[in-house]
């Protein structure tokens, strides 16, 4: 089974993503969670993005490099939206990585200055309406990966598979897991 590095989003680590991380050990997996917010949660998005502005988007990435720093480095990394940033990050820059799965956004490899890694299979789930995700930085980051899956829900959620979110699609979300699940279990 996989060793996954699952980062949260802009809301933290709360409760639907904890729900979501014990889905996927249900299935076999371990699951690794860590608190890139030390302990805040926000309910409103935009709290949650002011919040990480403060911080630093490279102090957040920063915080998700020293919890991988923890763990062996066959890894598959993941992260939602605000977290799809430190897991891209790992998975083009630290050797060893298995995979990675990015909910609801990524950049084009170029922005993070190295092409991604061959050999490292990539799976991005995203809606075709959300505004907060780039779908065109998707699209250029799933054609710079030879082995990508890129997934497009009809809608205009941002996090749709998160069941505290009001973007909220239950169809979608148990789609999105299924997904994920199976890439687990290929890159096993």
């Known amino acids: 089974m996989a ?5 949260h989003h802009a809301h933290g680590r709360t409760g639907a993503f904890l729900e979501f991380a014990q889905n996927i050990r249900n299935a076999g997996h371990t699951v690794h969670t860590p608190d890139l917010y ?8 935009d709290a949650g993005v002011a919040f ?3 911080v630093g988007f490279s102090e957040i990435v920063s915080r998700g490099v020293a919890a991988a720093n923890e763990l062996s480095s066959e890894i598959v990394y993941a992260g939602f939206s605000l977290g799809a940033l430190p897991a891209q990050a790992l998975a083009q820059t ?9 909910f609801h956004g990524g950049v084009p490899a170029s922005e993070l200055g190295r092409p991604w890694p061959a050999g490292v299979p990539l799976q991005i789930h995203v809606m075709e309406g959300d505004e907060w995700s780039e779908l065109d930085a998707c699209r250029a980051l799933a054609e710079a990966a030879r082995s990508a899956e890129l997934f ?7 996090l749709f598979a998160d069941a505290d979110s009001p973007d909220y699609e239950p169809a979608s979300a148990r ?3 299924d997904r994920t699940l ?3 279990q290929s890159v096993s």
């Not at 060793?3 to 980062?7: I, Q, R, S």
């Not at 030390?38 to 998005?45: N, P």
């Open 175 to 177: 789609l999105l897991l």
């Open 182 to 184: 199976t890439f687990l």
């Open 94 to 102: 630290r050797p060893g990585a298995v995979g990675a799965v990015l």
């Open 152 to 158: 497009v829900y009809p809608g205009t959620g941002h």
């Open 3 to 7: 060793d996954v590095l699952l980062f």
């Open 38 to 45: 030390e302990g805040k949660t926000f309910t409103d998005l």
């Open 52 to 54: 990480a502005e403060q």
